[in-house]
């Protein structure tokens, strides 16, 4: 398997559309990476890159310390899993496995071991003489996968390999992958613009925005400590809640003013407000839905956290409830247990959990307090 | 026998589309001239009344006169009157042999589909359609041919298609609008590698046009301060606020950005162009105007 490394990459179109801007990054061996991100913003382009499918217009990219940038796609000792990939349909299992590696003159032999082994690491074994057609969604899936496997590659490449899977496969075939992960030791560069996909595949995460690399960090680092406004927002479902909130010094005493509602910022995180001289300024508190609290202990224990409202929307799902209301013309969502007595309509009370607030800066969008 | 390099040239390109092996006796360069001129002669009077891949080509360049077409379709048993679509393909680089076996495999001999290559870089996929398949089915066969060159031939192609037609008389103008849909997208789309050839919208119009026409409209719409270009960030932005139909709310949900700092981008386009991008005309005039300027950008690049 293989590292890489990617230094100031870029990507211009000749119609001038600047798709990839500055993207470093260092990639481990046998590490799991995910590239994530609304679409447009660069992750898949980056990706054909790597692969060699896109010109790279600046910087420089290396696999094992060689510069690859001018590398033929087949050179780079990749392989690829692409969205809509496609069976050959009068072809066995077997076949089409091998067929990648028929078309490269690789010996008989060889390709049997190959296949072979790739088979029992995908559980296709059974399944080998049966053509496309006699197969379900997650088999095809995992077909395609071995024809990747076979060519037994440096790094193999994942573009929104499940997006054409429903959802329940999709969940399936997540696991199934992650098990390939361990299995192999391979290198996978994953894209997907699923956030839920990326948290639970990736061991680190690079979110990415118009092209530019937001923040690169492990799953939780990203969820508990987000460098920015896009990031926190972009990571996390339902998404965190964000108000525009006044700074007020006074003396060792900070607080932030929501409308009619004053917080009081804990000690761990008013250090940062008093030293950036956020004082009367505005700033973006966020607070993630788990965070808001309804339950009595939590409000008594929280008297200067605690933020009124009437609930628009009651959610059931299940193992938990989702409340929606609007704080000072912005809508909130709290997510809370199903025993709650709370219902649409109710004059509610919640209380934030203040050490898990975050503060952003309102011209910058970049945390203050993280 | 010793013959010139050309005469074994003909000999074996004659033994290969026919299985014929020839000798020719030639006491004279005169002679072994002529034996060479009917040779080809023969190659190609064979070609066109046998080869299938032949008889496509020149049916895909409009070499055919249609009374030819109706003669030779039936003697090589392609039917004349079936709803078909045409692909192009094009690769990066000279046409690596994996990619039309791949494509041979992808679409068998059973289903009707010829594969015709046509220069070292493209090549044709002429399908029959379905009565039940729709456009989207098409744009996604596509799309799975793209991923497929991608994945199983690591190579980076781009392909456009023509509309449904129905005769094979239609393959040459169904080629001209695969043709136009690829130097179109490659024009406004360039990000892209499916090109079909319905959804080329204004950009087809704009290419049409002549250039002196196009500085002409940026000057009506800007003036005489024609802005190169929108920084990327502002581009970005506005690009998906014109997606979204002018809505904000979506666009800011989408770009994970506050309302007020939408609103405050629109204005500065609005400063910077006098256009007030909320308001449709305006929008439609910007939009237009963006995608003229990435033209005359493109065409001054090149």
Do not use: W
Not at chain 2, 174 to 184: D, G, M
Not at chain 2, 202 to 225: A, K, M, N, T
């Amino acid at each position: 398997m293989a590292s890489l490394s990617l230094k100031g990459i870029e990507k211009v179109y000749p119609n001038g559309f600047h798709a990839v801007k500055d993207f470093n990054l260092d990639i481990d061996d046998k590490e799991f990476i995910i590239f994530v991100g609304p679409s447009g913003c660069g992750k898949s382009t980056t990706l054909r890159m790597i692969a060699g499918l896109e010109d790279i217009s600046g910087g420089v990219l290396e696999i094992d310390g060689k510069k690859m940038n001018d590398v033929e796609p087949k050179d780079r000792d990749i392989a690829m899993v692409f969205q809509n990939y496609a069976l050959y349909p009068h072809m066995t299992v077997y076949d089409n496995m091998a067929f990648g590696l028929k078309l490269r003159k690789v010996p008989k032999d060889e390709i049997d071991k190959k296949v072979r082994e790739a088979a029992r690491i995908l559980d296709l074994e059974k399944l080998l003489d049966r053509k496309p057609k006699a197969l379900s969604g997650g088999q095809r899936q995992r077909v395609a996968m071995g024809r990747a496997i076979v060519r037994n590659p440096k790094v193999f490449l994942m573009d929104e390999p499940l997006s054409n899977l429903d959802a329940k496969l999709r969940v399936q075939m997540r696991i199934e992958i992650s098990k390939l992960h361990e299995n192999l030791g391979a290198t996978i560069i994953y894209v997907t613009h699923d956030q839920t996909e990326a948290m639970t595949l990736g061991t680190r995460i690079v979110v990415m925005k118009d092209g530019v690399v937001q923040q690169v960090d492990t799953p939780q680092n990203l969820y508990n400590t987000p460098c920015n406004l896009f990031v926190a927002g972009f990571i996390g479902s339902p998404q965190m809640n964000f108000m525009d909130a006044v700074v007020k010094v006074s003396g060792t005493d900070v607080t932030l003013t929501v409308g009619q509602h004053v917080l009081k910022v804990p000690a761990s995180k008013k250090q940062a407000l008093i030293n950036g001289g956020y004082d009367g300024k505005t700033v973006v508190l966020g607070i993630r839905p788990e965070d808001v609290h309804d339950s009595q202990a939590f409000i008594s224990n929280s008297p200067d956290s605690v933020i009124k409202s009437k609930i628009k929307v009651y959610e059931l799902l299940g193992a938990e409830v989702f409340l929606y209301f609007d704080v000072e013309g912005t809508q909130m969502t709290a997510r809370v247990n199903p025993r709650t007595t709370l219902r649409t309509g109710d004059d509610a009370v919640f209380a934030l959990d203040m050490e898990k607030i975050h503060i952003f800066d309102k011209e910058t969008e970049l945390t203050i307090t993280n | 026998m010793d013959y010139s390099p050309e005469l074994d040239h003909a000999l074996k390109t004659l033994r290969q589309i026919t299985g014929l092996t020839m000798d020719v006796k030639a006491d004279t360069l005169e002679e072994e001239e002529q034996a060479l001129r009917q040779i080809q002669c023969l190659c190609s009077a064979y070609q066109e009344k046998y080869n299938k891949t032949h008889f496509l080509q020149g049916l895909i360049t409009g070499t055919i006169a249609s009374y030819d077409i109706l003669e030779r379709a039936p003697r090589l048993h392609i039917t004349k009157d079936e709803k078909r679509v045409l692909f192009l393909l094009k690769t990066r680089g000279t046409l690596d042999e994996a990619v039309p076996e791949i494509l041979k495999n992808l679409f068998p001999a059973r289903t009707k589909s010829y594969l015709v290559p046509l220069t070292e870089c493209s090549i044709v996929i002429l399908r029959p359609m379905k009565s039940c398949e729709t456009e989207e089915d098409i744009v996604k066969i596509a799309h799975t041919i793209v991923d497929t060159l991608n994945m199983e031939a690591l190579a980076s192609v781009q392909v456009a298609f023509s509309s449904g037609f129905d005769t094979l008389a239609e393959c040459s103008a169904a080629y001209k609008s695969a043709y136009l849909a690829l130097k179109v997208g490659n024009l406004f789309y360039s990000e892209q590698t499916v090109f079909p050839y319905n959804r080329l919208g204004v950009g087809r119009l704009i290419y049409q046009l002549p250039v002196s026409l196009c500085e002409g409209f940026l000057h009506e719409v800007f003036g005489d301060e024609i802005p190169d270009a929108l920084d990327e960030e502002t581009n970005s932005t506005v690009t998906r606020f014109l997606q979204n139909n002018l809505n904000i709310a979506e666009t800011s949900r989408q770009l994970h950005m506050h309302r007020n700092t939408l609103i405050y981008r629109l204005e500065q386009v609005e400063k910077q162009t006098g256009l007030d991008l909320r308001n449709f005309e305006d929008a439609m005039t910007f939009k237009i105007a963006s995608m003229v300027m990435n033209y005359l950008q493109t065409e001054r690049n090149s």
